[in-house]
C-alpha cells in the first residue's frame, strides 16, 4: 500500500510536488527539482534529525528530519532514518519555512483511502519559538497533546530559527473507532490560540 501525505502549510501560492501521494497546500518543488524528495547525496550537515516517533509494537521506526537544499529550501520530513531515503513531507522557502504561519504540519499515512482502512497515521511538523503547547483536535470533540522536542543543536543553521519539531501516531483504536484529526493548533505561554491549521484523513 503506498502512503499518503498531506502538507499543512497555507502560504500564498502553491506548486505541486510530493514525495509520495496525497494532496498539498504549500510551497513546494515541482518533481523532479533537488527538494521534491530527502536528497540522500548531501552533506551529513545539511540535515538533521528533529525528533522522533514513540516506538510502536510492530511498526517501523521513523524520525523527522530537518534539510536545507542546495537550492534554497527548508524541508520536513517522515523518513526511516537519517538518510531520509523514503521520506515524506515537503518544503517551503528557506527565507520562510513556516509560510509566515506559526507551525508547519505533515499528515502521513499507510491505506485507506477510506479510515477503516487507514494504518500508523502520523503527525509531524514543526513549530515557532513562541509556541508554547501544541495539541490535533479530533473528530469526537476531544483533543490529543503533541510534544514539541527542544530545538536541535544545529536547526538555527538548518531553517534560520529555533524551530521545534513534533511527531505523533495517531492511535490506532482511534482510526478503529472512527475518530481521526480535524486540526493542529498552537498556543502561546498565556494559552492563547495563536495558530490552526485544519487537517483530516479521507
Request: hydrophobic fraction near 45%.
Amino acid at each position: 500500500m503506498s502512503t499518503r501525505t498531506i502538507l499543512i502549510a497555507l502560504v500564498v501560492c502553491s506548486v505541486g510536488g510530493l514525495a509520495a501521494g496525497g494532496v498539498a497546500t504549500a510551497v513546494f518543488r515541482t518533481a523532479g527539482t533537488p527538494s521534491a524528495a530527502p536528497d540522500i547525496t548531501a552533506r551529513t550537515g545539511d540535515r538533521a534529525v528533529v525528533t522522533r516517533f514513540a516506538h510502536e509494537s510492530g511498526v517501523p521506526d521513523r524520525v523527522v528530519l530537518l534539510q536545507r537544499t542546495a537550492d534554497g529550501y527548508v524541508c520536513l520530513w517522515d523518513a526511516p532514518d537519517v538518510t531520509g531515503a523514503k521520506g515524506v513531507g515537503g518544503c517551503n522557502p528557506a527565507a520562510s519555512p513556516l509560510g509566515g504561519r506559526k507551525l508547519f504540519v505533515s499528515l502521513a499515512y499507510d491505506g485507506g483511502p477510506d479510515v477503516a482502512g487507514v494504518h500508523d497515521a502520523r503527525l509531524s511538523g514543526l513549530v515557532a519559538s513562541d509556541v508554547a503547547t501544541a495539541e490535533v483536535v479530533m473528530t469526537d470533540g476531544s483533543s490529543r497533546r503533541l510534544l514539541i522536542a527542544p530545538a536541535a543543536a544545529n536547526a538555527r543553521t538548518l531553517s534560520g530559527a529555533d524551530y521545534r519539531a513534533f511527531a505523533y501516531r495517531i492511535r490506532e483504536s482511534d482510526l478503529r473507532s472512527g475518530i481521526t484529526p480535524v486540526a493542529v493548533l498552537v498556543r502561546d505561554a498565556k494559552g492563547g490560540v495563536i495558530d490552526r491549521q485544519e487537517t483530516g484523513i479521507g
